[in-house]
């Protein structure tokens, strides 16, 4: 089921390719926690989407700088730690 799922999002036509994040070694599950509560906050709960993105930047930005891992695709490359925006 999986297979046919990853099939349909990479041969869409707005399909956005993006690399599993790098750099952080092993606090790569503090990112997901991240990803996965801007996910239920915004989508799940309903919460305002610049509040919950706000929020989250901020534990985000504490990640990156203190692991110093660069950006990864779709973003373009960076020098030392990814800037969050």
Avoid: Y
């Avoid at 906050?41 to 990156?64: C, H």
Wanted: hydrophobic fraction near 40%; proline fraction near 8%; charged fraction near 20%.
């Amino acid at each position: 089921m999986s297979a046919a799922a990853i099939e349909k999002m990479q041969s869409a036509k707005d399909a956005v390719p993006a690399l599993l994040p790098i750099g952080l070694g092993q606090r790569g599950g503090e990112f997901d926690k991240v990803f996965m509560d801007t996910f239920q906050f915004i989508v799940l709960r309903g919460q305002n989407p610049r509040a919950v993105l706000d929020r989250e930047a901020e534990a985000l930005k504490r990640l990156m700088t203190e692991t110093g891992a660069p950006c990864w695709q779709p973003d373009p490359p960076s020098s030392g730690a990814c800037h969050v925006q």
